[in-house]
């Protein structure tokens, strides 16, 4: 007979990811996770495997919060509204500490990518997501007739990420949210999307 979890599962990973998302994989020690998580040793063997099964976990964890953004706000009927909404509470509306830490994948990418490729590859693919649906909210508002085609749906997607990317590199470098902002202000509005 399986034994019964003695803690929380869902709340052990995500304890595991704002340690992962603070810190780093490498920097992050085994010793370090079980006192986030609160188990013991052979709880996260037994439920996670091992450090890299668990760093895996927590990325998708996060790459699945950071998805939820977009498909919360999106509309059918005024599909940009899900990318303005995606900054607004990615920068706008997260606390100092969140905006500090930058995004865990874009973090994940750049850290692992002379470290464990197949890592840094896991985590380009879960960014890969969020430009998708970036994609489909742009095809969508190009049908509508609400952006104009001069830009495929593909680039202007890309053209976002960018922004993205480069926003989680500014809030690590501790530009301010307000700063933040205005970039992200002046980037809707070059693409005509309108609160």
């Not at 063997?45 to 999106?74: V, W």
């Not at 969508?140 to 990420?161: F, R, V, W």
């Not at 500014?170 to 693409?191: G, I």
């Amino acid at each position: 007979m399986a034994r019964t979890l003695e803690f929380n599962r869902d709340e052990a990973l995500a304890s595991a990811m704002h340690l992962f998302w603070r810190q780093g994989y490498s920097a992050t020690s085994l010793h370090q996770l079980l006192e986030a998580m609160k188990i013991g040793r052979s709880s996260l063997y037994a439920t996670f495997g091992d450090k890299r099964r668990l760093f895996i976990e927590a990325l998708d964890l996060f790459s699945q919060r950071n998805n939820a953004l977009i498909d919360h706000a999106f509309n059918e009927k005024k599909p940009l509204l899900a990318v303005r909404e995606f900054f607004m509470v990615s920068v706008s509306r997260s606390t100092a500490t969140r905006l500090a830490r930058g995004c865990m994948m874009v973090n994940s990418i750049l850290e692992l990518a002379d470290v464990d490729a197949e890592l840094s590859k896991h985590a380009a693919r879960r960014l890969g997501e969020v430009e998708k649906k970036f994609q489909h909210c742009f095809e969508l508002a190009q049908q509508l007739g609400q952006l104009d085609n001069t830009h495929s749906a593909q680039y202007l997607a890309k053209m976002i990420m960018t922004l993205n990317q480069g926003l989680r590199v500014s809030s690590r470098k501790n530009v301010s949210a307000k700063e933040m902002a205005s970039v992200v202000d002046t980037t809707m509005s070059m693409l005509g999307i309108t609160a």
